[in-house]
């Protein structure tokens, strides 16, 4: 069956490290996202593509970037992480634009900042 | 300024009983999607709306897309603990505003509680 992977699923790491976390979608998608969540601001889009080679920023995107050199991988890269990184993260992935196009989301990194 | 309000934000009831929960916007959306999201997973689809006035019904759970595309509402009849997650509402611009592949905007979601 077709699945969204996220790794790790928890990951603990002090301030002005570089981390990046890992998102694989074998549904063959070619749009990918990834979002935070945090209590009092819901789902917030932090960059997005629609195919290889095309990355976009989305609302939050300062201090994080993205890179997409295949259609089934977009790691997210947190330059040098920061105490207000701490959050849980969402990789997404959908098909083509569509008003009926479900993003598919995988099951969450848990990133601490310390 | 946050674009899709959802209310209330936490909903505790016991089972059995009805409920509705809101989504609302002063901006036209091309259509609106409810995602449920349980502890530790990631949002699931429910449903996707497009038409204005549109109504669907998923088992229990009916959802209504306001006539002007602004607003919606999920409706749960006789709720059930398996009921109980985070509902987000998310909506798609239209194309004018967004281009071709338009993002989605998710609003801060409904904590809901159905104690047994």
């Known amino acids: 069956d077709a699945e969204i992977t996220q790794s790790p699923r928890h990951k603990i790491t002090e301030t002005g490290r570089q981390v990046t976390l890992a998102c694989h979608q074998t549904?063959?998608?070619?749009?990918m996202f990834w979002y935070r969540q945090d209590l009092g601001h819901g789902l917030r889009l932090i960059h997005y593509?629609?195919?290889?080679?095309?990355?976009n920023k989305g609302e939050v995107s300062d201090g994080y970037s993205v890179s997409r050199s295949n259609t089934e991988d977009l790691p997210l890269t947190l330059e040098s992480a920061a105490s207000s990184q701490t959050s849980v993260y969402f990789c997404?992935?959908?098909?083509?634009?569509?008003?009926?196009?479900?993003?598919?989301f995988g099951p969450g990194t848990r990133l601490t900042v310390l | 300024t946050q674009l899709l309000e959802q209310s209330p934000q936490f909903l505790s009831i016991q089972e059995g009983e009805n409920l509705t929960v809101y989504c609302n916007s002063s901006?036209?959306?091309?259509?609106l999607q409810w995602y449920r999201q349980e502890p530790g997973e990631g949002p699931v689809l429910l449903v996707t709306?497009?038409?204005?006035?549109e109504v669907k019904k998923l088992k229990r759970l009916t959802f209504q897309f306001g006539d002007a595309r602004k607003d919606s509402s999920l409706h749960i009849t006789a709720a059930q603990p398996g009921d109980t997650g985070l509902y987000l509402c998310?909506?798609?611009?239209?194309?004018?505003?967004?281009?071709?592949?338009?993002?989605?905007?998710f609003g801060k979601g409904i904590t809901l509680s159905v104690r047994p």
């Open positions: 593509s629609y195919g290889v080679q095309d990355t």
């Open positions: 997404a992935s959908s098909k083509l634009a569509g008003a009926y196009n479900e993003q598919f």
């Open positions: 709306v497009v038409t204005g006035g």
């Open positions: 901006s036209v959306f091309s259509s």
């Open positions: 549904w063959n998608h070619n749009n």
């Open positions: 998310a909506g798609r611009r239209p194309v004018l505003y967004t281009g071709a592949n338009s993002k989605l905007t």
